[in-house]
Nanobody, 124 residues
Framework: QVQLVESGGGLVHPGGSLRLSCAAS????????MGWYRQTPGKRRELVASITRGGSTNYADSVEGRFTISIDGAKSTVYLQMNSLKPEDTAAYYC??????????????????WGQGTQVTVSS
């Protein structure tokens, strides 16, 4: 079993900051990449930012320069520092992890895990 637990969402004024955290736990052999997606009602889930095990990052154009993704491999935790927040950043934010997991028999398998989502609301 693999679990992703997110925290850090909430209500913030435009121009403010929030930091999201996502901790992975369970029968994890290795983390290949982690990322954050967001979704608003009626729209497709979109990639916000991602980071590989080697530290390579990728950002959506809409958040480039405002958001920073980082990973603590020792804690299996990914962070998303969000600065200069705008009302259009309002969404449910979901953590994603691309993992190698250990089965009960000891074999390894690729696994794509999702968190339960955390709401970010940017409003005055």
């Amino acid at each position: 079993q693999v679990q992703l637990v997110e925290s850090g969402g909430g209500l913030v004024h435009p121009g403010g900051s929030l930091r999201l955290s996502c901790a992975a736990s369970g029968s994890i052999f290795s983390i290949n990449a982690m990322g954050w997606y967001r979704q608003t009602p009626g729209k497709r889930r979109e990639l916000v930012a991602s980071i590989t095990r080697g530290g390579s990052t990728n950002y959506a154009d809409s958040v480039e320069g405002r958001f920073t993704i980082s990973i603590d491999g020792a804690k299996s935790t990914v962070y998303l520092q969000m600065n200069s927040l705008k009302p259009e950043d309002t969404a449910a934010y979901y953590c994603n992890a691309q993992l190698e997991i250990l089965s009960a028999l000891g074999s390894r398998a690729d696994f794509n895990a999702w968190g339960q989502g955390t709401q970010v609301t940017v409003s005055s």
